[in-house]
């Protein structure tokens, strides 16, 4: 800091030190943390090129009941939703606080995937599905015999996106996880920020439940008028 400070910092590096790695990979639970990360991401992948896949294959099937309701329902989730209280309640409803597959399940669909993925579907020939529903295939044959396999740009992509986005979550960690060997390499590695971030959550959550107590009297005399 003193050498960039002083302006000798140019294109080589100057005084190079490498104790702040050492002090990194000293970190206790690290490597525990980095399977978890790598376990979530390559599980969450897979979950979500599957889920997308096979949604955005059957929005594109006609005979699919109230396909239209469907995936209306599915996009309008990409511009609203319950909020951070209402879903932590889920999580917890549902066991997946403090479970590793709170990492998993809840990105398995995502809209947006799902929107490339339908597009990209009703891109291609339909001579394809077409062929094969006159050589008898049923909707999962035709899926997985002809549509999947040239589906594999797109989902490549999907790969693409899900992998980068699993890597670097922290936030799910931060709402839903206080077992340590839960911790995830980017909340590890935050550390200290994060911790404090949760601390402050916690404040405010409690300012917030002194304030409605303190309100209370107020709206109770309103109501009574």
Do not use: C
């Not at 394809?128 to 002809?146: H, K, M, N, P, Y």
């Amino acid at each position: 800091n003193d050498i960039a400070a002083q302006g000798d910092v140019r294109w080589w590096p100057v005084g190079l030190q490498l104790q702040n790695y050492a002090q990194v990979f000293s970190l206790p639970g690290l490597p525990q943390a980095a399977l978890v990360s790598i376990g979530r991401t390559v599980l969450g992948t897979a979950a979500t090129v599957m889920a997308s896949a096979f949604l955005g294959f059957m929005f594109t099937q006609p005979r699919l009941w109230k396909r239209q309701l469907w995936y209306r329902l599915v996009v309008i989730t990409m511009y609203f939703n319950a909020g951070l209280i209402p879903v932590f309640i889920i999580m917890k409803t549902l066991g997946l606080t403090n479970n590793f597959w709170v990492y998993v399940l809840p990105f398995v669909v995502q809209p947006f995937n799902i929107i490339l993925v339908k597009t990209y579907v009703e891109s291609m020939p339909d001579s394809l599905q077409e062929a094969a529903e006159v050589d008898g295939a049923s909707v999962f044959q035709t899926f997985f015999r002809i549509v999947l396999p040239n589906m594999t740009p797109i989902l490549a992509t999907v790969a693409i996106f899900s992998a980068v986005a699993q890597w670097n979550s922290f936030q799910d960690t931060l709402l839903y996880i206080t077992d340590q060997s839960l911790y995830t390499l980017q909340f590890l590695l935050a550390g200290p920020d994060h911790l404090a971030t949760r601390e402050a959550l916690a404040r405010e959550a409690e300012s917030v439940a002194r304030a409605g107590g303190t309100a209370d009297p107020t709206v109770i005399a309103l109501l009574d008028r």
